[in-house]
């Protein structure tokens, strides 16, 4: 692969929640291309086991005792958001006027 | 100016205790080198309270090796109001409101943050280029890179302006800026320390390590950073044994296993010659040291590509601007306010690798890559965990070849990936891997020995390493003991 089109740079940018600008698109096209062909060598791996390693750990899941306990104030938890109204995080309108 | 931080940590431990110096001179001496000459190597200062901590000290009774030591944090750790910014634009203003697991361990032991380290943005890279802020230097020399990601803690403890250092390691970010400064720097077990509170990256192949100038330092200051934690359901309750305990033992006798992939001619010759000097060493000391091979190790970079990046992803997701992190000035719609904030507030590396692991992880995607990539995982997994069945170590180098200039191959989307071409299999496979200073090459730029051992096998990856320490007794001070 040579290099992307801009379509595709564009999809796998909305995919991350990101904006590509113009003056960047042509470097992405290039680089992402360059790693995604890189990637496609793993497609060719001879491979016999169908087991699949998600977390190099045995441990199994555990539970929390069902106890009251302190968790993290929010007056604490406010103190990084950028837009705070009394005891809310204020984000913009997410439905339509209509 | 004193020099006392050039110290190991149990001549320091002597001092203290014999009360020829306090915990506040060791502070004092570090941020006067900090003032003269600090590489760059920190993001955050934590003078104020350092201070004010070791002056509390005096009034304590010593209990433990590290008790006053200054240590210097990766700034991709949480502290409790000290900034932490993983050194990207996103997290220029974050305050973290509790501590890493990793932190209450230090502070139960009496060591004092002296600050938070330089590092490649959200530790994507090796070299420490990617940082948001002034780029850390190699001290050895300062047109060089330090490496990465954990740049400025390796700057920091090499100039001697700390004596230890935190690092995170998801592909060799520990090992390789150890390698680069001449340091002994560990990653554990996968477990081994707990991850709460280490701003993610690739869950299943981020671990903390420390980062030091000796084999002993290293191993003192991971007894006191592992341990299962509640926090970590990934945390082991392996025992925490005493990882000294090996040190100084004689090594005849012991199997050591070198890929014949770790020395093939990708490796820079002078990297390799100098690795067979410490192999005819060992064997010269009775040590067995064969060449073997391991399969599947030349997809370590694809693997890691389709792995890390996809675990980045997602866990990247949750800087959308809103609950904390860089947020954009002036959007009409949510969509928008988190696209703007995102592509202002994380740099190039960044974004290229969150873009490609959304790729892997969309769709049709995630089964015919993600899927493969776990499968090979596992081959990876067994293929190395299968030659501990024969012997007791695998050593190779840490890096493809020294540190080099700022600036080589900026360009180049690959190559902060092939830098790690040596490091990642053992993220992979979860297995503890150590750095070693083995010497220099002809530019007096150190040369690092990888030490890779089986799971929760550090005490053993430590005996070898202080052996080969103890055997070269190299001078590894970059300022060529004018200050010592």
Redesign the interface.
């Known amino acids: 692969m040579d290099k992307l089109s801009e379509k595709q ?1 564009k999809h ?2 909305n ?7 113009d003056e ?1 698109m042509e ?2 096209r ?3 291309a ?3 062909t ?6 060719s ?1 001879d ?11 045995n ?1 199994c ?2 539970y ?1 005792a069902d106890e009251v306990c302190d968790m ?1 104030k929010k007056a ?2 406010f ?5 705070v109204s009394d005891d809310y ?1 204020v ?4 439905i339509d006027n209509d | 100016m004193t020099d006392y931080l050039s110290k190991s940590v149990l001549e320091i431990n002597s001092l203290l205790k014999e009360k020829k110096i306090k915990p506040i001179d060791l502070v004092n001496e570090a941020f006067m080198k900090i003032e003269q000459n600090s590489y760059n190597a920190f993001i955050t200062l934590n003078k104020e309270e350092a201070i004010k901590e070791a002056i509390e000290l005096e009034n304590i009774e010593i209990d433990n090796p590290l008790f006053g030591l200054p240590i210097a944090i990766k700034d991709n750790i949480c502290t409790k109001d000290l900034k932490t910014t993983c050194a990207s634009h996103m997290l220029e203003n974050f305050v973290p409101i509790y501590d890493a697991t990793v932190i209450k361990k230090i502070k139960e032991c009496h060591m004092i943050i002296i600050g938070k380290t330089n590092m490649d943005e959200f530790a994507m890279g090796s070299t420490g280029e990617t940082s948001y802020f002034p780029l850390a230097k190699n001290p050895w020399n300062s047109k060089k890179v330090p490496g990465g990601s954990s740049s400025g803690s390796a700057a920091c403890v090499s100039a001697r302006l700390c004596s230890l250092a935190l690092g995170s390691d998801t592909g060799g970010s520990i090992r390789q800026p150890s390698s680069f400064c001449g340091l002994v720097g560990l990653k554990p077990t996968y477990g081994r320390v707990s991850r709460y509170g280490l701003i993610a990256f690739a869950s299943s192949l981020d671990q903390i390590g420390p980062i030091t100038n000796n084999v002993m330092d290293n191993a003192l200051l991971l007894k006191a950073i592992s341990g299962s934690d509640v926090n970590d359901l990934t945390s082991s309750d392996s025992e925490v044994t005493h990882f000294t305990r090996l040190i100084g033992e004689d090594v005849k006798g012991m199997k050591i296993a070198v890929p014949n992939y770790y020395m093939s001619d990708v490796i820079d010759l002078e990297v390799r010659d100098k690795v067979r000097e410490v192999m005819k060493l060992l064997q010269e000391k009775g040590c067995i040291v064969e060449m073997i091979d391991i399969p599947y190790l030349e997809y370590a970079i694809p693997l890691y590509q389709t792995i890390a990046l996809g675990e980045a992803s997602s866990n990247l997701a949750r800087f959308d601007g809103i609950k904390f992190g860089h947020i954009t000035d002036s959007y009409d719609s949510i969509d928008q306010l988190y696209k703007k904030s995102r592509s202002e507030g994380f740099g190039d590396e960044v974004k290229r690798r969150i873009m490609i692991g959304s790729y892997v992880l969309s769709g049709d995607n995630a089964n015919i890559y993600f899927k493969k990539a776990l499968k090979v995982r596992h081959a990876i997994k067994d293929a190395m965990v299968s030659v501990f069945d024969k012997y007791d170590l695998i050593i190779g180098p840490t890096n493809t070849n020294v540190a080099y200039d700022f600036n080589v191959k900026s360009d180049d989307a690959l190559k902060s990936f092939y830098d790690d071409l040596l490091t990642i299999p053992v993220n992979m496979a979860g297995l503890p891997g150590l750095s070693l200073p083995i010497g220099f090459n002809k530019s007096h730029l150190p040369i690092g020995m990888h030490i890779i051992g089986n799971y929760f096998k550090e005490d053993v990856i430590y005996k070898l390493a202080s052996f080969v320490e103890k055997e070269l007794d190299l001078n590894m001070d970059p300022r060529g003991g004018d200050l010592c």
């Open positions: 740079v796998v940018a995919l991350a929640r990101l904006d590509v600008s960047k470097h992405y290039y680089q992402l360059d790693i995604l890189e990637i496609d060598k793993i497609l791996v491979i016999k086991t169908d087991e699949l390693l998600i977390a190099p750990t441990n899941n555990k929390s993290l604490d938890i103190k990084n958001a950028n837009n995080i984000v913009p309108r997410v």
